[in-house]
């Protein structure tokens, strides 16, 4: 090899720390062929294969994977292709050849793909991976200078370069100008609906979403927050019906509620995950004024584009609201609205209920009293139904989930002549007691009624509490039957797991927040805490500026400071270079350690042998290899007995 091995070995931990949490991103033909190509380099280092691949075997296999990437997405232009094509090009490059400029080459492609992590997300744990891979590669620049160093010497190098940059970077991150968005276009969980939601429902669709332990959303409240009874999150709501699955209606969205906000308020910040929809997933009921907000019809609040990324909103809630006083016609015409047929035997137990007489007030009575005592089961695996999926829900399973639960009661209140819709949102949320934040997640998932009654307007109806009534006040985990799938985190052997959850969730919330959440508000928030009324470009600027040359400058005084104090063999050489400046022979300031030991030969003739030893000791300690502590000891007892005369 041209270059030291241990640059070579250095550089393939490298390009492994790299491209491995890469694997779940790329096509898995690739993975694997990358995976193979870094056991060949791996063979080549250990001598277990002494050369790599020809020349041309390698274009061919380069041209080759070029193609399979262009047939796998379609096109070379794009973050994913890039990505794939930035790894391909570093595995390859790996075997291309063993010089400097090649090492070199290879850890610029292992910077660029540590920074295409951040394409995908920004957690703490992608930051930590792609800082882990910045060091390796360092240290590997660091091998090509200091070849016969020990692994560990390297490694602290590197991590002292990395520790004087620490300063640089917080600069850059308080004081470069906040770039609104994600870091390429569309972020790659744009659409795909992680928050499970949908304007659709059918029996099922909720109750797979509640297995999932993923946060849809965090809510940090300012005081107490609401009891877990008005802990209600608002998605889509549900008119449409044709006999099996639920479809939202349309509602136009408008600048302010149709409801008169009232009673207690909740005021919170809503730090929501990226679902690709409008929807905010606000407690009921949205206060009135959120500039750039919308509000619909059905009381949804509605964010001013599809929620793409992370986003935070600062939010407050009336649970107490009374809402739908003066509904038009249109919309309890629609809440009314029924498949001609299906359902024959709930078609006729709701004509029971409006029979017997009495307002709409009664009739809501009567399917509550029904539901309570008719030894309905609150499950996540109910029977399949058939058909006529109200009818086996009321009639013949009689187990179901919070979808068959809200479908079934709302049927029921519509064939019945009450206006009646469904709600899907989220019911509940724990608060983490590290740092009191209020957690909401898929497992939360629920739908739920709204009644219609005159003079009273939209009235919320859960129909899985009265089978469950415990869903609401103990959540999921407490309410299902024995023997039911729960969550891995809601069983009651892994409490302790759920403590290291809470303390990692905490310190995840802190980077969403402080970190990714630094946006341009909370950028000029600062630096106007700091004294700073302009925030412009071209203050930023100077600001920087200044504050890099101060850095500079600091890390200069200390790297002098630091070679004064600590530098045994400087010391031990600047003693020599005085006892010859005392016989009026001083160095030059550009003579070399050999040059300036020939001048003293001449002089000292009868020392010569000594004077060429502690130079060559001194050029070969400070030059060639690092030097070690016995080393230096010996030269300095030289230089001791050395006697000029």
Same mark, same amino acid.
């Not at 990358?34 to 056991?39: E, G, N, Q, S, W």
């Not at 091998?143 to 016969?148: C, N």
């Not at 029996?203 to 979403?209: F, T």
């Given at each position: 090899?041209?270059?030291?091995?241990?640059a070579?070995?250095?550089?393939?931990?490298?390009?492994?720390?790299?491209?491995a949490p890469?694997?779940?991103h790329l096509?898995?033909w690739?993975?694997?062929l #990358?995976?193979?190509?870094?056991?060949l380099?791996g063979?080549q280092l250990w001598?277990?294969?002494?050369?790599?691949?020809?020349?041309?075997i390698?274009?061919v296999?380069a041209?080759?994977?070029a193609?399979?990437?262009?047939?796998?997405?379609?096109?070379?232009?794009?973050?994913?292709?890039?990505?794939?094509?930035?790894?391909?090009?570093? #595995?390859?490059k790996?075997?291309?050849g063993?010089?400097?400029?090649?090492?070199?080459v290879?850890?610029?492609?292992s910077?660029?793909?540590q920074?295409?992590?951040?394409?995908?997300?920004?957690?703490?744990?992608?930051?930590?991976?792609?800082?882990?891979?910045a060091?390796l590669?360092t240290v590997?620049?660091l091998?090509?200078?200091?070849?016969?160093a020990a692994?560990?010497?390297q490694?602290?190098?590197?991590g002292?370069?990395? +520790?004087q940059?620490l300063p640089f970077?917080?600069?850059?991150?308080?004081l470069f100008?906040?770039?609104?968005?994600p870091?390429?276009?569309?972020?790659?969980?744009?659409?795909?609906?992680?928050s499970g939601?949908?304007?659709?429902?059918a $029996?099922?669709?909720?109750?797979?979403?509640s297995?999932?332990?993923?946060? +849809?959303?965090?809510?940090?409240f @300012?005081g107490?927050?609401p009891?877990p009874?008005?802990?209600?999150?608002?998605?889509?709501?549900l008119?449409e019906f044709?006999?099996?699955?639920w479809? /939202?209606? =349309?509602?136009?969205?408008?600048?302010?509620p149709?409801?008169? $906000?009232d009673?207690p308020?909740?005021?919170?910040?809503?730090?929501?995950?990226?679902?690709?929809?409008?929807?905010?997933?606000?407690?009921d009921?949205?206060?009135?004024g959120?500039?750039?907000?919308?509000?619909?019809?059905?009381?949804q609040?509605?964010?001013?584009?599809?929620?793409r990324?992370?986003a935070?909103f600062?939010?407050?809630?009336? $649970?107490?609201?009374?809402?739908?006083?003066?509904?038009?016609?249109?919309?309890l015409?629609?809440?009314l609205?029924l498949?001609?047929q299906?359902n024959?035997?709930?078609r006729?137990?709701a004509?029971g209920?409006?029979?017997?007489?009495?307002?709409a007030?009664?009739?809501?009575?009567?399917?509550?009293?029904?539901?309570?005592a008719?030894?309905?089961?609150?499950?996540?695996?109910?029977a399949?139904l058939?058909?006529?999926?109200v009818d086996?829900?009321?009639f013949?399973?009689?187990?179901?989930f919070c979808?068959?639960? /809200?479908?079934?009661?709302?049927f029921l209140m519509?064939?019945a002549?009450?206006?009646?819709?469904?709600?899907?949102?989220?019911?509940g949320?724990?608060?983490?007691?590290? @740092?009191?934040?209020m957690?909401?997640?898929q497992?939360?998932?629920?739908?739920w009624?709204?009644?219609w009654?005159a003079?009273?307007?939209?009235r919320?109806?859960?129909?899985?509490?009265?089978? /469950? $009534?415990r869903?609401?006040?103990a959540?999921?985990g407490?309410?299902?039957?024995l023997?039911?799938p729960?969550?891995?985190?809601?069983?009651?052997?892994?409490?302790?797991?759920?403590g290291?959850r809470?303390?990692? *969730?905490a310190l995840?919330?802190?980077?969403?927040?402080?970190?990714?959440?630094y946006?341009?508000?909370?950028?000029?928030d600062?630096l106007?805490?700091l004294?700073?009324?302009r925030?412009?470009w071209r203050?930023l600027t100077v600001?920087m500026?200044?504050?890099?040359?101060?850095?500079?400058?600091?890390?200069?005084?200390?790297?002098?400071l630091?070679?004064?104090?600590?530098?045994p063999?400087?010391?031990?050489?600047? /003693?020599?270079c005085?006892?010859?400046a005392?016989?009026?022979?001083?160095?030059?300031p550009? *003579?070399?350690?050999?040059?300036?030991?020939a001048?003293?030969?001449e002089?000292?003739?009868a020392?010569?042998?000594?004077?060429?030893?502690?130079?060559?000791?001194?050029?070969?300690?400070?030059y060639?290899a690092p030097?070690a502590?016995?080393?230096i000891?010996?030269?300095?007892?030289r230089i001791? =007995?050395?006697?000029?005369?």
């Open positions: 090899m041209n270059a030291e091995a241990s070579h070995r250095w550089l393939l931990a490298t390009a492994f720390l790299t491209l890469h694997a779940a096509p898995v690739l993975s694997a #990358c995976f193979a190509l870094l056991i380099r063979a001598r277990i294969r002494q050369s790599g691949p020809p020349r041309l390698l274009l296999l041209a080759g994977v193609a399979g990437i262009r047939f796998h997405f379609g096109h070379f232009f794009g973050k994913d292709p890039g990505v794939a094509l930035l790894a391909a090009l570093l #595995c390859l790996l075997l291309e063993d010089s400097t400029r090649d090492v070199r290879a850890v610029l492609l910077f660029f793909l920074l295409g992590l951040f394409f995908y997300n920004q957690t703490l744990p992608v930051a930590a991976l792609a800082l882990t891979g060091w590669a590997t620049l091998a090509l200078h200091q070849p016969r692994p560990g010497v490694l602290r190098a590197g002292l370069l990395f +520790a940059a970077m917080l600069v850059l991150f308080i100008p906040r770039v609104q968005g870091l390429w276009g569309l972020p790659a969980d744009a659409h795909s609906g992680i939601l949908s304007d659709s429902m $029996p099922g669709s909720i109750s797979e979403l297995l999932s332990d993923a946060i +849809a959303f965090r809510a940090d @300012d107490e927050p009891a009874t008005q802990r209600y999150w608002r998605g889509p709501v008119t044709d006999g099996r699955t479809r /939202a209606g =349309r509602s136009t969205p408008r600048n302010e149709v409801y008169q $906000p009673g308020n909740y005021a919170y910040e809503l730090t929501l995950e990226p679902h690709n929809q409008r929807w905010v997933l606000a407690l009921y949205p206060d009135a959120l500039a750039g907000f919308a509000y619909t019809g059905d009381f609040l509605l964010a001013p584009r599809p929620v990324s992370r935070r600062a939010l407050r809630a009336r $649970p107490d609201t009374v809402v739908g006083l003066g509904e038009s016609e249109a919309v015409a629609a809440a609205r498949p001609p299906g024959p035997r709930a006729e137990l004509e209920f409006a029979g017997a007489g009495g307002g007030r009664d009739v809501l009575q009567r399917a509550v009293a029904h539901l309570r008719g030894d309905y089961v609150y499950t996540l695996n109910p399949l058939g058909e006529d999926t086996g829900f009321l013949d399973t009689r187990e179901g979808e068959h639960f /809200a479908s079934a009661f709302v519509r064939a002549g009450v206006p009646a819709r469904v709600v899907t949102g989220y019911q949320g724990a608060i983490n007691p590290v @740092d009191n934040v957690v909401v997640r497992s939360d998932a629920h739908a009624a709204e009644v009654l003079g009273e307007g939209w919320r109806v859960d129909p899985t509490a009265l089978a /469950a $009534p869903r609401i006040e959540g999921l407490e309410s299902l039957r023997g039911d729960r969550p891995l985190l809601m069983r009651a052997e892994f409490s302790w797991l759920r290291l809470n303390q990692w *969730e995840s919330n802190h980077w969403n927040q402080w970190v990714l959440g946006n341009p508000d909370r950028q000029r600062l106007e805490r004294g700073l009324a925030t412009d203050t600001m500026s200044a504050a890099a040359g101060l850095l500079m400058t600091a890390l200069l005084g200390w790297a002098v630091q070679r004064r104090r600590v530098d063999l400087d010391r031990a050489w600047l /003693a020599f005085r006892k010859a005392r016989h009026g022979l001083a160095r030059a550009w *003579e070399g350690p050999l040059a300036f030991a001048r003293l030969r002089a000292f003739p020392r010569a042998a000594d004077i060429e030893r502690i130079a060559t000791d001194y050029a070969r300690l400070r060639r030097g502590a016995a080393d000891r010996a030269l300095k007892q001791r =007995r050395l006697q000029l005369s």
